[in-house]
């Protein structure tokens, strides 16, 4: 039987589609990180403080979920894109900061940052290869993700009373390590399979992936590097 002409050309002009969401969500999120590695180490020179960070955490979260879907489509979404992962970025700051003054800080920072690198690369690499739909994951992720952000909260109003639970910010981080690392093949599988065609929410999506990623395993090393 004859092949349509015109599948081919579907195909073939949404192979081309996706392969450059691809080239484009990449270079952007080359551009992203490092830029939050310039304004992170800008915070850290002017030992930014706790209370500036968290301002910015919440003006970032404020651009990317109110600003960026209604700008998304457009040269402002590139913008929007730069400011939120600057801010990241920044805010990060003092909790590098907090690890340097570690006797072995640094070291703890750079394996943190070289695990993320390869478990990016290599979830996101295999995805690359092997083409597959990893999609089912998204529900399962979702709560994953949802549990972690109650139990922070509940952390977080049990510290403001006194109340501490040994090994309990240790185990969120590793439950927050692998739903990101999750996410990381959901995310990707995404772009792949044609599920998202705007580089800017894919390479959004891929950032916070790969920051959310870098935080846990800082604070999982930091942990059994003997600081609490």
């Known amino acids: 039987m004859p092949i349509k002409p015109y599948s081919i050309s579907a195909s073939q ?8 969401v691809l080239r484009n969500t990449y270079a952007l ?29 919440l003006v970032a979260i404020g651009l990317v979920w109110f600003v960026l879907p209604r700008t998304a489509h457009s040269e402002k979404g590139l913008l929007v894109v730069l400011a939120f992962t600057a801010l990241l970025g ?4 003092p909790t590098l900061n907090h690890y340097l003054k570690m006797a072995n800080g640094g070291m703890l920072i ?7 690198a390869v478990v990016f690369f290599g979830l996101s690499g295999y995805v690359l290869t092997t083409r597959k739909d990893f999609s089912f994951l998204g529900g ?6 949802i549990i972690a952000i109650v139990a922070m909260l509940a952390l977080m109003v049990a510290g403001m009373f006194g109340v501490h639970i040994a090994g309990a910010h240790l185990a969120l981080s590793a439950v927050i390590a692998m739903v990101m690392s999750g ?20 390479t959004v ?19 059994l590097g003997g600081d609490d």
């Open 29 to 57: 999120l080359a551009v992203t990180l490092m830029l939050s590695a310039a304004t992170a180490g800008l915070s850290m020179a002017i030992n930014l403080g706790y209370g500036a960070a968290m301002i910015m955490n």
């Open 205 to 223: 999506a891929l950032y916070l992936d790969i920051y959310n990623l870098f935080v846990s395993l800082l604070h999982i090393m930091g942990a």
């Open 140 to 145: 399962f992720l979702m709560t994953g993700l």
């Open 183 to 202: 996410f990381i093949l959901f995310d990707t599988s995404r772009i792949v399979n044609g599920g998202e065609r705007n580089y800017i929410m894919a």
């Open 90 to 93: 920044a805010a990060l700051g």
């Open 13 to 20: 002009e949404s192979s081309v589609e996706i392969n450059k």
């Open 110 to 116: 750079m394996q943190a940052l070289g695990t993320t």
